[in-house]
């Protein structure tokens, strides 16, 4: 009965169909390779072989790139789901370490002079860190808590939550600002203005935010991540614009100035939670503290923010 069995149910090829769903999804080998850590050729071998075993076409193999057959994409999609409910329930059985993510910038600027403090008082729960500002798998990603900018969508396996409204504003260098006199929003006329790649509607969401639609600023130099224009206007080489949160240390420490203050933008910082980790303690400890430093970052006001500012909405 046992050798019946084990016919008519024969052991799936779990590394072949693992093999097969990455390729399918990222329409690549390659890219499935990196993503599983073997060879293009381990990948190639696992997928003909599934299709000798059916006896029927899976992807269809172009130059660069590949795509799943009509009854491919079924199989890809039908595996997919499968492999999520098997990795929630692998991490509900055996919880693994929390994994918080976030933008380079706010990890830079926002996280990491914060995370001595969290781990002084938590010493046993251990968190790694992921960089990525974007959009996010959290079952495949292993993702537990994220912080996100509500301009992109949270993905199906998380629970989103506002925490603050974004404060956006000019900020310069001291010396620069007072050298140039800047006391008016028309003012930016002198200056030199700087952007961001990876926020290309800045400048145009602040002219909106303060109600100066007559007003035309457009970047003169574009740098390719944010971190990177705030540090250029904190080295004198112009105008950032940046959200509060991101700079109220810097101008705290006056290393920055924000001569125009602070005005609510149309974007919230928003807190992704992996729902399938929700009762983890150790998650809600740390959901709990990145509630109350957003919360206390919102409420704090520099005092450099100059005249302009306005109070959080």
Known sequence: MAHEDAVSNPRLPLNALRAFEAAARLGSMSAAATELGVTHGAVSRHVRGLEAQFGLPLLERGPRAVSPTPEGARLAGELGEAFERMQVAVAQVQPGPLTLSCSATVMMRWLIPRLETFKRAHPAIELRLNINHGDVDFIRDEISVAIRNSMYQPPPHAVAETLIREEIGPVCHPDYAARLGIARPEDLARARILGSATRLRAWTEWIAAVGRQDLVIAPHE???????????????LGFALAPRL????????????APL?????????????????RTRADLRTVVAWLR????????RRPAADGPGSHAPA
């Open 292 to 299: 109350h430093e957003m919360g206390a970052a919102g409420l």
């Open 261 to 277: 203050g602070f005005a609510p933008g149309p974007h919230h910082l928003q807190l992704w939670t992996a729902e399938h980790l």
């Open 246 to 257: 991101l700079v109220e240390d810097e101008i705290r420490a006056g290393h920055l100035v």
């Open 222 to 236: 574009v740098f390719g991540h944010f971190y990177l224009v705030i540090q250029a206007a904190a080295c004198g």
